[in-house]
């Protein structure tokens, strides 16, 4: 209701465009949560007192730490959400907390805090159908602490309209005594690394974010592409981008050979090191690089390897998608 008081006040004329798109529900969630952590007594204060104070996500880390991620979309990704998140809070402060620092006080809304709210949203909210036919956004104390595991069981969070409480079921046989697990969707590490800050170093779900260039020649509005491709499946805008690659030049290679020439540029952007060579730098260094070099070294073996994986599939036509010519 302040937040809306305060937009209802400022002149249509002055007010920014961006202001709108920038008070949503997650924008509300989060002042909400900076408004219950700041509190004397509040409710979930046994909740707030127990969640982490730092956050190991990318945006983060210091520009050093970053660059060991040289090659992987994630490290521009990384910069990118950090900007944003930046300019959102620097237009909230100005044209909402600002003005009523009553209800929105320096020390509870600072940039760090806000960045703190928002990597805690990122990492700790599911989407959970409460009963309104809609998933909506939801803290969910201790159940946002069970580590991840991959499951083919994406639903096993349900929300219980006696107890009002979101209740959890295990889809497999747990021990007393064993940890319990819990799938946070079947995502790739890009997602987990960027938003959870951390690597599955097992991760079944081996696509790799890949940037390809707008099709060269006069085609009216083209931008770079950005898809996730893993061995097991080439995303079909990525053939019609080698389509086009292939007409431009009038090239003979196959749709397969535009894109397994891509791949190993691509793969070429991991500062020229070899996964052996990775491997040999995480195994002997291992807990003296800091957790969030360790985390990069994971990340780039991770990519290298299904990258080279999905080439390897390309070339022989496993991947149904994009059959070689023979003889290229």
């Not at 509300?28 to 707030?48: A, Q």
Request: net charge neutral; hydrophobic share 35%.
């Amino acid at each position: 209701k302040k937040i809306r008081k305060i937009l209802d006040a400022m002149d249509e004329d002055t007010k920014p465009k961006e202001l709108h798109k920038n008070v949503n529900d997650k924008t509300k969630l989060l002042i909400y949560v900076l408004k219950e952590k700041h509190k004397n007594e509040s409710f979930w204060k046994p909740y707030l007192d127990i969640l982490p104070e730092n956050f190991s996500s990318p945006m983060f880390w210091t520009p050093e730490e970053l660059d060991w991620l040289q090659g992987s979309h994630v490290k521009e990704a990384a910069k990118r959400e950090k900007s944003e998140i930046q300019k959102q809070y620097y237009l909230l402060r100005e044209h909402v907390f600002a003005a009523d620092r009553k209800t929105f006080p320096k020390k509870s809304f600072s940039q760090k805090e806000w960045m703190w709210a928002t990597a805690l949203y990122d990492s700790r909210v599911i989407q959970l159908n409460r009963g309104t036919g809609t998933n909506v956004p939801t803290f969910t104390p201790l159940i946002d602490m069970v580590n991840c595991k991959e499951s083919s069981d994406r639903s096993f969070i349900y929300f219980n309209p006696e107890t009002r409480t979101a209740d959890m079921f295990a889809d497999r046989p747990v021990k007393l005594g064993e940890q319990v697990f819990e799938t946070y969707g079947n995502k790739s590490n890009y997602e987990y690394l960027l938003y959870n800050g951390f690597v599955m170093e097992d991760n079944p779900n081996q696509c790799v974010y890949v940037e390809f260039p707008p099709p060269q020649g006069n085609v009216p509005g083209a931008r770079s592409m950005s898809f996730c491709l893993g061995p097991d499946d080439i995303p079909r805008q990525v053939k019609f981008w080698a389509r086009h690659a292939m007409m431009h030049r009038m090239s003979s290679e196959s749709e397969a050979g535009e894109v397994i020439k891509h791949l190993e540029a691509h793969l070429h952007r991991y500062d020229m090191t070899q996964v052996q060579d990775d491997e040999r730098i995480l195994s002997e260094q291992g807990q003296d690089l800091g957790m969030h070099k360790m985390m990069a070294l994971q990340m780039r073996i991770h990519e290298k390897r299904s990258l080279a994986l999905t080439i390897q599939r390309l070339k022989s036509g496993e991947i149904p998608c994009c059959k070689v010519t023979p003889g290229k």
